[in-house]
Nanobody, 125 residues
């Protein structure tokens, strides 16, 4: 069964950068999009960024627009999240997701069928 595996989380000072990776393993999956979500302690999981597999169109939440960038390696099926100018409010567990969302669900948890285990990002001085 296909799995998503995130990596690249860690501790970084405010203003610093991190790059997260999400690799697919265990077989191919039928998807049309992948995304990153995050969940801070005591809060609901929230959308961060998405990428349409066909065409490569991207979309970002207002809170990360201009600081984060989602990209892909089409050959390997890996997606990345480059995070710059990190702020303590970015502290959360970051999850990779994949599925076949429609326009109305592309920024929602229910739009995606496959999820990784999450990687912790902590921004602190």
């Amino acid at each position: 069964q296909a799995q998503l595996v995130e990596s690249g989380g860690g501790l970084v000072h405010p203003g610093g950068s991190l790059k997260l990776s999400c690799a697919t393993s265990g077989g191919s999956i039928d998807i049309n999009g992948m995304a990153w979500f995050r969940q801070a302690p005591g809060k609901e999981r929230e959308f961060v960024a998405s990428l349409r597999w066909r065409g490569g169109g991207t979309y970002y939440s207002d809170s990360v627009k201009g600081r984060f960038s989602i990209s892909r390696d089409r050959a390997s099926g890996t997606i990345y999240l480059q995070m710059n100018n990190l702020d303590p409010d970015d502290t959360a567990i970051y999850y990779c997701a994949a599925g076949r969302p429609i326009t109305s669900t592309a920024t929602t948890v229910r739009g995606y069928s496959y999820w990784g285990q999450g990687t912790q990002v902590t921004v602190s001085s």
